[in-house]
């Protein structure tokens, strides 16, 4: 369970989330305008095309669908698929690839019913047009989707060498799945860590030295006998005559233990 900062009260949507359902709008949006403009040169000889509506019923059947994004992406992250992983996972994300497009369709029609601007039943435009002309983007949209997070998780090495891919963190019968790169830094609570994201904590149940040992060591380093830094997020340095300080770049300081330092300092040098 993520433990809050003070003050802060949601937890913002992933940035992952993020920012695939704004490429993915934008893509698709893109898709709806040349669909339009195609029909245009198509049907503008008879009289009888309008592009406004045109443009409005092709960004909804298209566009839409970005609103399933954030769902693919935590199928994704909680169903990953590649070689190391189960057939299971992909047979999944197949069937969800499929209901989505077919959950879609549905959407479509009633708003586009709604909205007076198809008058078709829903099962004869789903044979007519969307069988043929839309779901098969999306479907395409899909696997693009999965294809590239997939390829951005660093767990193929990892899970051969035995480390760490993600953490697994069970509390109050719930269980959260916490992609590596989300933490800042780590701190020692005799058997448990503190794991500490932008959003607030998580604690996780381990031994710092245990933990050491099943981080990759080229993303996460000791600095002090109750704390593990995450590289990625380090901005600086600050050395003064009797201590080292790392600066992270959410502005928060720690301070380097003495047996430490000669290995961080040649880190960052």
């Known amino acids: 369970m993520l433990h809050n900062k003070p003050g802060n009260l949601s937890i913002p949507l992933k940035g992952l989330e993020l920012r695939w359902s704004g490429i993915s709008f934008a893509v698709l949006a893109a898709v709806g305008i040349v669909v339009s403009f195609q029909k245009y040169f198509k049907y503008a000889s008879t009289g009888d095309y309008s592009i406004p509506l045109s443009l409005l019923y092709n960004l909804i059947v298209f566009s839409t669908y970005a609103l399933f994004v954030p769902l693919i992406v935590k199928a994704v992250n909680r169903f990953p698929i ?16 499929v209901a989505l497009g077919l959950t879609h369709m549905i959407f479509c029609n009633l708003v586009l019913y709604g909205i007076d601007l198809s008058s078709t039943p829903i099962f004869p435009r789903f044979l007519t047009k969307y069988l043929t002309n839309v779901i098969h983007i999306q479907l395409l949209a899909y696997w693009i989707i999965v294809a590239f997070i997939s390829r951005g998780r660093k767990t ?21 799945f916490l992609e590596l790169e989300k933490v800042l830094w780590i701190e020692a609570l005799d058997h448990y860590q503190k794991l500490h994201t932008e959003n607030g904590f998580f604690i996780y149940k381990d031994s710092m030295s245990n933990l050491t040992k099943k981080l990759p060591a080229d993303r996460f380093k000791r600095i002090h006998r109750s704390a593990i830094i995450n590289v990625s997020q380090v901005e600086g340095l600050k050395k003064t005559s009797t201590q080292m300080m790392v600066k992270l770049q959410n502005g928060q300081e720690l301070a380097v233990g003495k047996s430490f330092r000669t290995e961080i300092k040649s880190l960052f040098a």
């Open 156 to 176: 193929p090495t990892d899970a051969r060498n035995g480390l760490l891919d993600r953490f697994v963190i069970k509390e109050n019968g719930f269980t959260t």
């Open 82 to 97: 590649g070689r190391q992983y189960r057939i299971s996972n992909f047979t999944f994300h197949l069937g969800l690839s």
